[in-house]
């Protein structure tokens, strides 16, 4: 399977919103309700951030949403603060695997 | 607490084996499945498969078939990801994540070189 397709990078200045796409294929992302997003820190172990497309774990701020629309997904993060600065990795059921995306840096300007 | 506690960095040399582990605990091991991540240097996550610890039903990613290992004690809530011929390339971090990856173990730092 192919990794899903990420942009590389994504910026945005305190308090305005970004958006990090997530392509894959009918077999995966289009195929399947079940995409999440997850944050990584440098050095730090990742942190599921959404899961099933748009549902938020308990204690992940509303700020983080998440849809779909065919076979790519979005993350968008409103009112950015400077701890959103991190890589952000959607990953998708694909049959009986999960694949995960290339990931992208969101830098806070 | 959840949580999932990995084995300690390890060195090797290619063509030796290594075995790490991931142990579960403030919830029922059997319940949930365990997925290994890799993380190679500076790159992104890689699937690698998963294992349930209820009856040890695996399933591995066809990148990673063959390579490595999943195995699970549950008699005392662990989880392995083992080699039994490392190569240089398997040089990066391997995580342990509770099915859903909801809960992520700290990560344990593999090192392959001569």
């Known amino acids: 399977q192919s990794a899903l397709t990420q942009p590389p990078s994504a910026s945005g200045s305190p308090g305005q919103s970004v958006t990090i796409s997530c392509t894959g294929t009918s077999r995966d992302v289009g195929g399947y309700k079940y995409v999440s997003w997850y944050q990584q820190h440098p050095g730090k172990a990742p942190k599921l951030m959404i899961y099933?497309?748009?549902k938020r774990p308990s204690g992940v701020p509303d700020r983080f949403s998440g849809s779909k629309s065919g076979n790519t997904a979005s993350l968008t993060v409103s009112g950015l603060q400077a701890d959103d600065e991190a890589d952000y990795y959607c990953s998708s059921y694909a049959g009986s695997n999960k694949v995960f995306g290339t990931g992208t840096r969101v830098t806070v300007l | 607490e959840v949580q999932l506690v990995q084995s300690g960095a390890e060195v090797k040399k290619p063509g030796e084996s290594l075995r790490i582990s991931c142990k579960g605990s403030?919830?029922?091991?059997?319940?949930?499945?365990i997925t290994w991540v890799r993380q190679m240097p500076g790159k992104g996550l890689e699937w690698m498969g998963r294992i349930d610890p209820s009856d040890s039903y695996t399933r591995y990613s066809p990148s990673f078939q063959g390579h490595v290992t999943l195995s699970t004690d549950k008699s005392i809530s662990t989880a392995y990801l083992q080699w039994s011929s490392l190569k240089a390339s398997d040089t990066a971090m391997y995580y342990c994540?509770?099915?859903?990856?909801?809960?992520w173990g700290q990560g344990t730092t593999v090192t392959v070189s001569s």
């Open positions: 994540a509770r099915q859903g990856l909801d809960v």
């Open positions: 403030g919830y029922n091991f059997t319940t949930y499945w």
């Open positions: 099933e497309v748009n």
